[in-house]
């Protein structure tokens, strides 16, 4: 599957409690994010399932991508899209190697351009550098300077996804850096309904294609 620029949406498991997931990533697909990350490290196998398997039908419906993150059997239970790996989550070659043609595989790749090269090496289809600005979903981790992006535009031609307290108000310096896609927690649903989701999406998408 091909990438090229988009808004690429990541839940939380806390934020979309109380049977918000299923209508704020609705909402968030009608805004017009191209991926979307289910991210859930709780231990309810059946649940997760049954979530990942809703949230691919949304996928779908909406021509968006759907991407597991850090569970490879998971994403070929559900016939998800991709998947993605953090540095701690497994090997990337293995993970390529039991996915089907086509699908996709992400790496987190901090802000070292080592393990980038080591991500496009073993088949990553992208590269995602981070965190850029304070992130309320993982405060403790390391800052990346935006020159990274560009470090990496030289380095490879795999899209560059830009994570990490990605908001609207610093949004277009990390495009200018050389982002392809902005990947968004907070600002994206953190809110009371899922029609200010779905503005927000839109607000992303219409700044990324600017």
């Known amino acids: 599957m091909s990438l090229t620029r988009g808004l690429y949406a990541i839940t939380d498991s806390l934020l979309l409690a109380d049977d918000r997931l299923l209508p704020y990533c609705e909402a968030v697909l009608k805004g017009g994010a191209s991926l979307l990350q289910y991210r859930d490290k709780t231990r309810d196998q059946a649940r997760r ?38 540095q701690t989550d497994g090997s990337l070659s293995e993970a390529r190697a039991r996915l089907p043609q086509g699908a996709l595989l992400g790496a987190t790749c901090h802000a070292n351009l080592e393990l980038a090269a080591a991500a496009e090496q073993a088949g ?3 590269l995602a550098f981070g965190r850029f600005f304070l992130s309320k979903t993982k405060p403790g981790a390391a800052a990346a300077p935006l020159s990274i992006l560009h470090d990496a ?4 031609r795999l899209p560059k996804v ?12 990390l495009l200018d850096a050389g982002a392809d896609y902005l990947a968004v927690v907070n600002s994206l649903f953190a809110a009371d ?18």
Not at 65 to 81: G, K, R, S, T
Not at 162 to 172: C, E, F, M, R, Y
Request: include cysteine.
């Open 153 to 156: 535009g030289q380095q490879s």
């Open 124 to 126: 990553a289809d992208y």
């Open 193 to 210: 309904n899922a029609a200010e989701v779905e503005r927000r999406a839109r607000a992303f998408v219409e700044l990324i294609h600017s």
């Open 162 to 173: 830009a994570i990490g307290g990605v908001s609207l108000d610093n949004a277009a310096s």
């Open 49 to 86: 399932h049954d979530e990942a398997l809703r949230l691919r039908e949304l996928c779908e419906r909406y021509g968006a991508q759907l991407i597991i993150n850090d569970d490879v059997a998971l994403a070929l239970a559900v016939e998800a899209h991709g998947v993605h790996l953090g």
